[in-house]
């Protein structure tokens, strides 16, 4: 009997074992045809084969402003292409924290990245200027200077660093979050421990409040508020939704202390390289995409406090000139970094 089934087993393997490579062959078979047959044919196939990749690489979610939008920039693209570009989209930090994608982006090892001027400082100085707290208070005001003269001027500074700059996209205003207490005026501040991006006007920003300011990538932030190794941080509602910071923080106050613009930068030496009409394509690409996520940003910010008062924070709206004078000192500590022009510029002064 057990001869008969150890058989029947063989049997039964060499069964399936010839079953599935005659099923393999068939498959291959199958698409060897179809390939014959669409080479002729389908031109989208055919440069889809030669087409140059652009990976685009960052730290938000893919809930986030910034990956919609370069959704929206990948489908105009490809489109304006016919597909000759394929563009990557790599979100969550995958590549690394921004800085380290700027810094691909520099040398060339990547070939994009879509990342706050928060890291910027570390490349060009002038950058500094969109971190000085409250300098910045609308976006009609903040539209106007970065899609200027003074944006542009901005953008060119990245030259040097092998980056080109293509346009300036929203982060957004950023507000403060903390899991201690709500805070309605700067004294409220004074003493908690505050991750802020790696800038170091930002740093002086909090320390004026008297915080303990934490640098930290983003990546790691989600972790040190559930951890409690920092009491709050500093971001856009939209993110404060999509990285779920209120699943972790109970108090969010409406300060918009900073304005915080989104880069988008690509390696200057790749895109001196592309044919001029694929360089047109990705420029239209970025500007419609832009304004594509700026007006995104907009509607989305208006339901964002609800939505978050829903999920469980507690909102407080403090006195934004309290704010602003409890931080005026740092202005001067830059002003000759930055350059008073520059500041008086923004200020429209
Ligand atoms: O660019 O690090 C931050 O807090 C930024 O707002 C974020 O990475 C988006």
């Given at each position: ?6 058989l029947?087993?063989i049997?039964?393997m060499?069964v399936?074992?010839v079953?599935c490579?005659k ?5 291959t078979?199958n698409?060897d045809t179809?390939?014959?047959d669409?080479s ?9 084969e ?6 685009i ?8 402003h910034?990956?919609?939008g ?7 693209v490809e489109?304006k292409t016919n ?11 995958q590549?690394?924290s921004e800085?380290?994608?700027i810094?691909g982006?520099?040398m060339?090892?990547?070939e994009a990245?879509?990342s ?7 490349f ?6 969109f971190?000085l707290?409250?300098i910045?208070?609308?976006?009609t005001?903040?539209?106007?200077a970065?899609d ?6 901005m953008?060119s ?6 980056i080109?700059?293509l346009?300036?996209w929203?982060?957004?205003?950023r ?9 309605n005026s700067?004294?409220?501040?004074k003493?908690?421990?505050i991750r802020l ?5 930002h740093?002086?920003?909090?320390k004026?409040?008297?915080?303990q300011?934490?640098p930290?990538?983003?990546?790691e932030?989600?972790?040190?508020l559930?951890?409690k190794?920092?009491?709050g941080q ?6 404060i939704d ?5 699943e972790?923080?109970?108090?969010l ?7 915080s613009?989104?880069v988008?930068?690509i390696n200057?030496?790749?895109?001196n390289g592309?044919a001029?009409?694929l360089q047109?394509a990705?420029?239209e690409a970025?500007?419609?995409?832009r ?8 509607d989305l910010e208006?339901?964002?406090v609800?939505?978050?008062k829903s999920?469980?924070?507690?909102i407080t ?7 602003q004078?409890?931080t ?7 002003k000759d970094?930055i ?7 923004l200020?429209n002064k």
């Amino acid at each position: 009997m057990k001869k008969i089934v150890s058989l029947f087993m063989i049997v039964l393997m060499i069964v399936v074992f010839v079953g599935c490579g005659k099923g393999n062959e068939t498959k291959t078979d199958n698409s060897d045809t179809t390939k014959k047959d669409t080479s002729q044919t389908d031109k989208k196939d055919k440069s889809n084969e030669k087409a140059t990749v652009i990976r685009i690489a960052y730290t938000l979610s893919p809930e986030s402003h910034y990956h919609k939008g370069l959704e929206k920039f990948k489908e105009l693209v490809e489109e304006k292409t016919n597909n000759q570009i394929d563009v990557q989209l790599f979100h969550s930090a995958q590549l690394g924290s921004e800085r380290d994608a700027i810094e691909g982006v520099s040398m060339g090892t990547l070939e994009a990245t879509l990342s706050s001027t928060g890291p910027l400082a570390n490349f060009s100085k002038k950058f500094m200027l969109f971190d000085l707290p409250f300098i910045i208070q609308d976006r009609t005001t903040a539209f106007e200077a970065l899609d200027g003269q003074l944006g542009s001027d901005m953008l060119s500074s990245l030259d040097s660093k092998g980056i080109r700059g293509l346009g300036f996209w929203e982060n957004g205003f950023r507000m403060l979050t903390n899991s201690n207490r709500p805070v309605n005026s700067p004294e409220d501040v004074k003493g908690l421990k505050i991750r802020l991006m790696e800038n170091p006007v930002h740093m002086e920003t909090f320390k004026a409040l008297g915080a303990q300011p934490v640098p930290m990538p983003f990546g790691e932030l989600f972790t040190a508020l559930q951890q409690k190794t920092v009491d709050g941080q500093e971001n856009p509602l939209v993110i404060i939704d999509t990285s779920k910071f209120y699943e972790v923080q109970d108090n969010l106050a409406i300060t918009g202390h900073f304005y915080s613009p989104a880069v988008f930068m690509i390696n200057k030496d790749f895109f001196n390289g592309l044919a001029p009409e694929l360089q047109d394509a990705i420029n239209e690409a970025e500007s419609e995409a832009r304004t594509w996520q700026r007006d995104y940003c907009i509607d989305l910010e208006e339901k964002l406090v609800e939505t978050l008062k829903s999920k469980g924070m507690e909102i407080t709206y403090p006195d934004k000139k309290a704010f602003q004078e409890a931080t005026q000192s740092v202005y001067d500590k830059f002003k000759d970094e930055i350059g008073e022009d520059l500041i008086n510029q923004l200020l429209n002064k």
